[in-house]
């Protein structure tokens, strides 16, 4: 499977941190750019799935075309 996150505050890395029980495929995580070095290096984040890929722009991640998108932004994202 293919997981789009959408935010990685407290709630998309629990997200992560859930699927390292038994990881996804593909997770593809849209994020601010102040959090893309976070996401794009956090050990949770790289348990989660076989492959990572970290996006600044939703059309990136619809591009991507991940089979269930989650969303996980904050109030001041959404």
């Known amino acids: 499977m293919h997981l789009g996150v ?3 505050g407290n709630i998309g890395r629990m997200v ?3 699927l390292e ?3 996804v495929e593909k997770l593809t995580i849209l994020v601010r750019s102040a959090a893309k070095t976070t996401a794009e290096h956090n050990p949770v ?3 989660a799935a076989g492959h990572v890929e970290v996006k600044e722009a939703l059309p990136d991640l619809i591009a991507n075309a991940p089979d269930l998108v989650v969303e996980c932004a904050g109030q ?3």
């Open 6 to 8: 959408i935010g990685y």
């Open 21 to 23: 029980e038994d990881p």
């Open 76 to 78: 001041e994202a959404v």
């Open 45 to 47: 984040s790289a348990k």
């Open 16 to 18: 992560c941190q859930l």
